[in-house]
């Protein structure tokens, strides 16, 4: 009885909890568990990923299986990528929905659909990059570094060990060598390529939904699979530019780009040209054994985290601030 008792009280407690928080609270906190559940679901393949991306000779040469073994030797980075990716998801969904809601309440000739989707995704893909950038060039930098490779310097001094011996430890150091600039080296890209990603994401998952059958709406299956078309038609379009941002985050430390740092278009005719167009393309495939999953996953997560957080339909929530600001005019009549 005692028992049951405490776990009445602990489930009001959470009920309560839940009742108070505001609805942007609860889809920060929604995008966030979604977010980190998602990416670390598929963190051994994203390192992978930025190995094939920026260290083509070196890991491309012994395939996929042979990477995930040498890299197996160290630490796997997941610390760093969760690090980053929980702060991204919660800003990214959380400023989604507000921007969604903001353009409807300002203009509310606009047509929802698809292209007011495209949109708000777009402004918050980037509106999340400009404040977790740092986190991703970290999460970089420590899964560029492969204990034991012999092509691994920063400053032209080879190293047996990795040059940073965490996140912390990367931040300082980035910092130190190039001050805030430092830490946003490779945003440009980033931003060139979040805002149609990110746009188109959001578009695609949407947009899928909407044609799918009121009764299969909840089933995550259908969930799982709109997100999975989503994330790979999204990032198709848009993968140079995550291959030319990953180049240019590890430009300090890659021996074949010791010189002069480059910009973005200074990045993307050099990888073209010493490495052919193909490297601009390196690494997509994985990318999507990675990007399908994780994309689904996330949307999925969200989705179902938002159920059980209890936040209001898109439509009803915009409905719902329109009426009490109505009730918030003073009447003629008074």
Known sequence: MEKKREGRERGMLLDGLRDSMPVYVKELLAGGVAGG???TTVAPLERVKILFQTRKAEFQSIGLLGSFRKIAKTEGGNGASVARIVPYAALHYMAYEQYRRWIILSFPDVRRGPVLDL???SFAGGTAVLFTYPLDLV?????YQVVGSTKLHMKGIVHAEPAYRGILDCFSKTYREA????????????LYGIF????LKFYFYEEMKRHV???NKKDVTVKLACGSVAGLLGQTFTYPLDVVRRQMQVQRLSSANSGDMKGTKATLVSVARTQGWKQL???LSINYLKVVPSVAIGFTGY???KSWLQVPARDDDIIEVVTNKRNDQPSLHT
């Open 37 to 39: 559940f998602a990416k």
């Open 119 to 121: 949109i708000a995704g």
């Open 139 to 143: 999460r970089t930098k420590l899964a």
């Open 179 to 190: 001050g805030l600039r430092g830490l946003y080296r490779g945003g440009a890209p980033s």
């Open 196 to 199: 149609p990603y990110s746009g």
């Open 213 to 215: 059958p009121e009764e």
């Open 281 to 283: 393309f390196s690494g």
């Open 303 to 305: 989705d179902i985290m």
